[in-house]
């Protein structure tokens, strides 16, 4: 089975459970949104998909991504790109350094091509040694996609990420991560509160919770 | 083979507790006369009678008493008064810069600076006597003052700007905006309404470091050695006295002595914490009524702390005036000359001292960081897996008196034939400076955004990558912070070092505190520049390193 499996997750709180046991598909170029209000453990999913989840919950269930069991890897390992609403860009590296901490084992010269070429397809060409702190909302947003991308993902995750940008920069932004998914063939697996964001997303819509 | 997970905080833990339970035990057998290497075996209550039949034992204990409780009340209430009425100026903020070179003087240096300022030849003396008329200094005990009113003032002077930094702390973790807003449109007065709705808050976070301040000022040896009186001393300096005797019989009412200061610890917090109900039983009694009267006290009361402030800053510059004064007759404002006759003259000692101080600072500071890290690291990964409960025990040294455990360590130490050494000391120095460090470094720690982290795991990087490339960096200021405040607190020993050097390990400290008695105080004042100067140049290294590291990383700058 191609793409992103989940097999009855489920999430407990001190034995209590965060939603009923979860199961989905997400084949590769399609994008699934999942929708709930907030407290309802949809981040704390992804989470759990991503092998950082907070010790205070226990999670159970299977995930494969491209038939290859998930839960038993480290989260280094597991290839899974994450976009969460804030940036996170790494305050202490350049926009270069942030766009490279995912690309190892690569020539030098070959990395600062990759990042360069990546910086000029998102309208930033020659940013690679300013300060992230620098950029415009709309700019971090961009990064932040940029360096999930060039790590070479085999899955992506977005966990609201258009919630922090005004109206007008949260469309071109929602095209911009959804195409780029779609050129890579990549399965989505998008959680909001939004309905007009999965609405965008054009994919089959889950409710949590 | 895995670890367990909460093995880091048990090494943490562990350090800090293990000497302070063997010291405890060490002075407890002694005190009831079960000593074997001494040939006391068994147990009597001599060591208590003798303790009891020490001339001024009465005085001793009511020195200790008033000015422990007077010290914390003053800085208590000079801090919450300053707060109240000053929290809504945008100097206010600023105030945090400028504690920075208080926090990082040692007690000893500020001490020999109040000296400097306050004795009757001081500075504030010869300030006062063209109008008094004076031209000898004034025959009066303006230090070491048979009331302890010198010791009072001269702990308030450290401990208060501690205070103000641990209310501002706390002051950011409180909704003071919005509950001084609600408070004012119902009619208070901004500084009664800071007293009755945001104090509460602060003073329940500030609880553990007000404790620490009690403990201190009734322990304290060498702010009392320093300003207190001689004849008959505050309690805590007894055991110290007899220890340093050299009949070595001495040894049982020493630790009878230090368990006796152990217990008037314990009463003394139990008695503050029952005062404290009260006053807060009071005081919501006065919130609730509604009174609008009193803004003016309150605003008078205010200047306490920049009274406190001042006398502190000036006591910082009369220690430097002291270490390069040239001749200097007694009404006369300034020295005739400065010169570095002094320093020149004490330059191979101040060397090797200096030298001897750093040996054991920066180790204990690094070592401190790297437990502390280890252990928050390890709670931060695997939460109540790696016990953080337990963490708050390693707090206790700041809450005993040193004397109480100190006394007994030294005496173990002996026993094993490990006292006087280099591992002793760093050990001794380590019980102090790992609470300070894991206080400094909790918060941010814990603070530090998980999905930092998450995007760095995303992202392909493994755990020890993640910690050594971004949260490491990320986290530089407080790392920084911590090991200042860590060598600040190393150097700053005094018991510590006496005890576990077994007398014969020499600091900075304990031979500016061994020339205080009758030495030559240009001389004390040199040795108290260069204890006092050591911290301070990490503090302004810790200020200014990051903003130079990250002069092009505007999110990291801010502060």
Request: aromatic share 6%; net charge positive; hydrophobic share 55%.
């Amino acid at each position: 089975m191609r793409g992103l499996v989940l097999q009855q997750v489920v999430l407990r709180l001190e034995g209590r459970m965060l939603f009923p046991p979860l199961s989905l598909q997400v084949a590769p170029g399609q994008v699934t949104a999942l929708m709930g209000p907030s407290g309802c453990g949809k981040s704390s999913l992804l989470a759990w998909l991503c092998g950082t989840l907070d010790p205070a919950l226990t999670g159970q269930g299977r995930a494969s991504l491209d038939g290859a069991d998930l839960t038993a890897l480290p989260p280094e390992r597991r290839r899974l790109g994450i976009l969460f609403q804030d940036d996170l860009l790494f305050p202490h590296l350049s926009v270069g350094g942030n766009l490279g901490f995912g690309l190892r084992g690569l020539p030098r010269a070959e990395r600062r091509a990759r990042i360069a070429a990546a910086l000029a397809e998102a309208e930033m060409p020659g940013f690679a040694e300013r300060d992230p702190a620098s950029l415009s909302g709309g700019q971090r947003a961009r990064v932040a996609l940029l360096r999930v991308l060039l790590a070479g993902p085999r899955a992506l995750l977005l966990d609201e990420p258009f919630g922090r940008l005004d109206a007008a920069l949260r469309g071109r932004f929602r095209r911009f991560v959804l195409d780029h998914a779609a050129a890579r063939g990549l399965p989505v697996l998008l959680v909001t509160h939004d309905a007009a964001d999965a609405e965008a997303a054009g994919g089959p819509v889950l409710r949590l919770g | 083979m895995r670890l367990p997970a909460c093995l880091p905080v048990l090494l943490l833990v562990g350090t800090v507790l293990l000497p302070v339970l063997a010291g405890l035990a060490g002075t407890l057998l002694p005190a009831f006369g079960h000593l074997p290497a001494l040939g006391a075996a068994g147990w009597s209550l001599d060591p208590w009678r003798q303790l009891l039949a020490t001339p001024g034992l009465g005085t001793a204990l009511r020195l200790t008493l008033t000015s422990g409780f007077g010290a914390t009340a003053l800085s208590l209430f000079s801090v919450a008064l300053f707060c109240a009425a000053f929290h809504d100026r945008p100097l206010f903020r600023r105030v945090q810069l400028w504690l920075a070179p208080l926090l990082a003087t040692p007690h000893l240096a500020m001490g020999v600076g109040f000296l400097a300022l306050a004795a009757p030849s001081g500075l504030l003396a010869r300030l006062l006597a063209p109008l008094l008329g004076l031209d000898r200094p004034p025959d009066l005990a303006t230090v070491n003052d048979p009331w302890g009113l010198a010791l009072l003032l001269g702990l308030a002077l450290k401990e208060a700007p501690w205070l103000l930094l641990m209310s501002l702390a706390a002051l950011n973790q409180t909704p003071a905006a919005r509950l001084m807003a609600t408070a004012r449109l119902l009619g208070q007065p901004a500084p009664l309404a800071w007293l009755k709705v945001v104090f509460p808050l602060v003073y329940r976070q500030i609880r553990l470091p007000v404790h620490a301040v009690l403990a201190y000022s009734l322990g304290t040896v060498e702010m009392a050695l320093l300003l207190g009186p001689g004849n008959p001393p505050p309690l805590a300096v007894l055991p110290v006295r007899w220890f340093l005797d050299r009949d070595l019989a001495m040894t049982f009412p020493a630790a009878a002595a230090a368990i006796l200061l152990l217990a008037l610890t314990l009463a003394a917090m139990a008695l503050w914490e029952g005062v404290a109900a009260l006053a807060g039983r009071a005081g919501r009694h006065w919130a609730g009524s509604g009174a609008t009267s009193g803004a003016i006290a309150v605003r008078l009361g205010a200047l306490l702390l920049p009274v406190l402030l001042l006398l502190a800053v000036g006591s910082l510059g009369a220690v430097l005036l002291w270490s390069v004064a040239g001749p200097w007759r007694f009404p006369d404002l300034w020295p005739r000359r400065l010169d570095l006759g002094t320093w020149a003259a004490q330059r191979e000692g101040l060397l090797a001292l200096a030298g001897a101080t750093l040996r054991v600072a920066l180790p204990a500071t690094l070592l401190a960081l790297a437990l502390a890290g280890a252990a928050l690291e390890a709670v931060a990964r695997h939460g109540r897996a790696a016990w953080p409960w337990l963490l708050g025990l390693s707090y206790l040294p700041l809450l005993l008196p040193q004397t109480g455990f100190l006394f007994g360590l030294q005496v173990l130490l002996l026993q094993l034939g490990l006292d006087g050494g280099l591992p002793a000391v760093l050990w001794a120095h380590l019980v102090f400076v790992l609470p300070h460090v894991l206080l400094v470094l909790a918060a941010p720690w814990a603070a530090l955004d998980p999905r930092l982290a998450r995007s760095a795991a995303a992202l392909g990087a493994g755990p020890l990558r993640v910690l050594c490339t971004v949260k490491l960096p990320v986290l530089l200021r407080p790392l920084l912070a911590a090991a200042a405040v860590g060598v600040a607190v190393s150097v700053g020993q005094y018991l510590a070092t006496l005890f576990a050097g077994g007398g014969r390990f020499a600091t900075l400290t304990t031979e500016a505190l061994a020339l205080s008695s009758g030495g030559d105080r240009r001389v004390l004042g040199v040795f108290a520049t260069l204890q006092a100067a050591i911290p301070l140049a990490c503090y302004a290294l810790v200020l200014l390193l990051p903003r130079w590291v990250w002069r092009r990383r505007a999110g990291l700058r801010a502060v």
